[in-house]
Antibody, heavy 120, light 106 residues
Framework: QVQQVQSGAEVRKPGASVKVSCKVS????????MHWVRRSPGKGLEWMGG????????IYAQKFQGRVTMTEDTSIDTAYMELSSLRSEDTAVYYC?????????????WGQGTLVTVSS | SFDLTQPPSVSVSPGQTATITCSGD??????AFWYQQKPGQSPVLVIY???KRPSGIPERFSGSNSGNTATLTISGTLAMDEADYYC?????????FGGGTKLTVL
């Protein structure tokens, strides 16, 4: 059974950066395609980016390109998402979401979410 | 990338059938996936590859995909099905979510 445990809530000032972690168990990180999705207050789910197993690359949503970096430390099965130049509109719950296998698939596994609050 | 359009809200009486649609011009080439999200919880996959139910999802949840519209159907809706529902598809290497539909059971 796959579990994805995320780091705790964060508060940042506008212009700062935040780094959220997602620790995987049940599979190794190399067996999963890890993505990041956020939900802002009053809005829907928004895909930020992730690993495409068919192209073998990490792809970022155009909206976040230049501001987001997704990395993995496979030695500890932990994925990271860093978002920079934060603004109030980045206040949201951030989720890591993943699937297993070599093709583009649905997100079977989700972390519990990390609340990031951006406020001066 | 393309858009996926869902109705913002759907209301249904307990025991009746709820139908949530998702329109997008990629659905003749791509699968639809559906997620349920309740307040304060992470999303849960309820339908994958248009029509398949993951293990543990009740049989009252079903999906279809015809032309440009994918549909999530909940038969015999229960109060516990009240939630936000999102469709999702792939556009080559990127992921697209619909805007979400709030299902109210009243």
């Amino acid at each position: 059974q796959v579990q994805q445990v995320q780091s705790g809530a964060e508060v940042r000032k506008p212009g700062a950066s935040v780094k959220v972690s997602c620790k995987v168990s049940g599979y190794t990180l190399t067996e999963l395609s890890m993505h990041w999705v956020r939900r802002s207050p009053g809005k829907g789910l928004e895909w930020m980016g992730g690993f495409d197993p068919e192209d073998g690359e990490t792809i970022y949503a155009q909206k976040f390109q230049g501001r987001v970096t997704m990395t993995e430390d496979t030695s500890i099965d932990t994925a990271y998402m860093e978002l920079s130049s934060l603004r109030s509109e980045d206040t949201a719950v951030y989720y890591c979401a993943s699937f297993h296998g070599p093709i583009r698939f649905s997100f079977e596994y989700w972390g519990q979410g990390t609340l990031v609050t951006v406020s001066s | 990338s393309f858009d996926l359009t869902q109705p913002p809200s759907v209301s249904v009486s307990p025991g009746q059938t709820a139908t949530i649609t998702c329109s997008g011009d990629k659905f003749d080439d791509e699968y639809a996936f559906w997620y349920q999200q309740k307040p304060g919880q992470s999303p849960v996959l309820v339908i994958y590859q248009d029509t398949k139910r993951p293990s543990g999802i009740p049989e009252r949840f079903s999906g279809s995909n015809s032309g440009n519209t994918a549909t999530l159907t909940i038969s015999g809706t229960l109060a516990m099905d009240e939630a936000d529902y999102y469709c999702q598809a792939w556009d080559r290497s990127t992921v697209v979510f619909g805007g979400g539909t709030k299902l109210t059971v009243l």
